[in-house]
């Protein structure tokens, strides 16, 4: 019964993929849409990014349709659609690597264009539209895609409620990753080879930089992790403090780098500050965490 159930709805999450590409346009100013479409799982998704698969699958990925748009036998525009299960993984998906945010497609959706890649997300879906090499004419096609592709999509983007706990001085805005897997915080600041946070599908985490008004221009990380369960929070605190603030005074330590680094526990978040330039900071970006 649950085999079915699972059957059903990704039978159900294809089938919302099928629908906006479905509804595309068959030919866009000589630009032809292809016959055939990919589609692929987590089962198999490695065989069309490979070695970027893992990033999407800890994301919850769930199914992808790509399918491309030809003006001749040499030229294609790429048109890749994720379903990631839910908003917030879309969201984590376009920030995991993105350096800016523009407003190519329209004021209300975050994109980043460059190169002849756009990435976009809107609702459940993560959005990457490829054309090679790029001209005024093709970026244009580009657009207008991305347009249609954002109009069959309905409702508005709804961004992780954690991030609104993010103090605003001196945030770095485009600096916000939000993740479930230690691998992507270890690809943002590295703190360890081991999960020694406990981070995993039922936990989420944000990752922002601070810039401090001083001389010092060197961001400081915050990091900050809802474990849904206090126990769990303590005992990912017991962790840290075991294996990477091993000398702490009320939670604050130098580390060898000359830098601090401290930690507080809110029930069942964890908040923590990295390289930072002195105690007084860290304390500081602590107390400014805005807990609901």
Do not use: C
Not at 84 to 90: L, T, W
Not at 206 to 212: D, E, Q
């Amino acid at each position: 019964m649950i085999l079915l159930w699972f059957n059903i709805m990704a039978e159900n999450d294809l089938r919302s993929l099928k629908t906006i590409t479905g509804s595309l346009p068959k030919s866009i100013s000589g630009w032809k849409k292809s016959l055939t479409e990919g589609y692929y799982s987590p089962d198999n998704l490695f065989e069309y990014i490979n070695g970027n698969a893992e990033l999407f699958i800890s994301y919850d990925f769930r199914n992808l349709i790509t399918l491309t748009y030809n003006k001749d036998e040499s030229t294609e525009i790429t048109v890749d659609i994720f379903d990631m299960g839910n908003p917030a993984n879309a969201y984590g998906v376009f920030s995991h690597s993105r350096e800016n945010e523009d407003k190519f497609i329209s004021d209300e959706i975050e994109s980043e264009y460059g190169g002849g890649l756009l990435t976009f997300w809107k609702g459940k879906f993560y959005i990457s539209i490829l054309v090679y090499p790029e001209t005024e004419g093709r970026k244009e096609i580009v657009k207008i895609i991305s347009k249609m592709i954002s109009n069959l999509i309905p409702g508005d983007n709804t961004k992780p409620s954690i991030l609104s706990l993010l103090p605003a001085e001196n945030l770095s805005p485009f600096s916000i990753r939000y993740f479930h897997h230690h691998i992507w915080l270890n690809s943002h600041f590295y703190i360890s080879g081991e999960n020694i946070l406990n981070l995993g599908k039922d936990t989420e985490a944000v990752l922002a930089k601070y810039y401090p008004e001083k001389e010092n221009k060197t961001s400081t990380i915050f990091l900050l992790i809802n474990y849904f369960d206090t126990k769990k929070a303590e005992i990912a605190v017991k962790s840290f403090l075991k294996n990477y603030l091993t000398d702490s005074e009320n939670g604050f330590s130098r580390l060898s780098d000359g830098n601090w680094a401290g930690i507080e526990q809110n029930g069942k978040m964890l908040t923590i500050i990295l390289n930072a330039p002195d105690r007084d900071y860290a304390a500081t970006l602590l107390k400014k965490v805005k807990y609901e």
